[in-house]
Nanobody, 123 residues
Framework: QVQMVESGGGLVQAGGSLRLSCAAS????????MAWLRQGPGKEREFVAA????????SYADSVKGRFTISRDNAKNTAYLQMNSLKAEDTAVYYC????????????????WGQGTQVTVSS
């Protein structure tokens, strides 16, 4: 079973940048598709981005396309979310999630979750 810990969240001004990290352990990281999802205050959880097992394919929500970049380093068992040009509406708890090979790398269901990291964007 995979355990994941997110880091890198914080408070940033609109227009700024943050990079989130998701450190995984307890499984073979390179066999898991990775994703980031978020839940803003009073909102449903929503998909942000996903990356395939080897990193060759990525997918983004329309709301973050062109501003966010998902990546992974299988040697370090870590996934990343680079967030640029942040907006107030990006304020949310961001979750790292993973799916094993038998599951759809795009979700919508994910088997494993981190505890989340808060991102707050001030306008």
């Amino acid at each position: 079973q995979v355990q994941m810990v997110e880091s890198g969240g914080g408070l940033v001004q609109a227009g700024g940048s943050l990079r989130l990290s998701c450190a995984a352990s307890g499984g073979t990281f390179s066999t898991y598709a990775m994703a980031w999802l978020r839940q803003g205050p009073g909102k449903e959880r929503e998909f942000v981005a996903a990356i395939s097992r080897r990193g060759g394919s990525t997918s983004y929500a329309d709301s973050v396309k062109g501003r966010f970049t998902i990546s992974r380093d299988n040697a370090k068992n870590t996934a990343y979310l680079q967030m640029n040009s942040l907006k107030a509406e990006d304020t949310a708890v961001y979750y790292c999630a993973a799916n094993p090979p038998a599951s759809n790398w795009l979700g919508p269901e994910y088997a494993y979750w981190g505890q989340g990291t808060q991102v707050t964007v001030s306008s």
